[in-house]
């Protein structure tokens, strides 16, 4: 959710933190597939120590220029 944009259709931020929770508390494995309604997210994590990798897709939803 954004404030003054509303629901998004993913977050990327939020499904490696929900991933990150449940290997925390042994619940998930370290390849994980997050569905959102904007796509698959693919969040990968060993654990503690290791880097968090999150793969998805992107889509340019604006284009334009700016004078500065």
Do not use: D, M
Not at 26 to 35: C, D, G, I, S, Y
């Amino acid at each position: 959710f954004e404030r003054g944009g509303g629901e998004t259709p993913g977050c990327g931020t939020g499904a490696a933190a929900a991933v990150a929770v449940g290997r925390c508390w042994k619940a998930l494995a370290e390849n994980v597939l997050v569905n959102l309604p904007g796509g698959t997210l693919s969040v990968n994590w060993a654990g503690a120590g290791s880097p968090l990798w999150l793969q998805g897709p992107a889509t340019r939803v604006y284009e334009g220029q700016i004078e500065l």
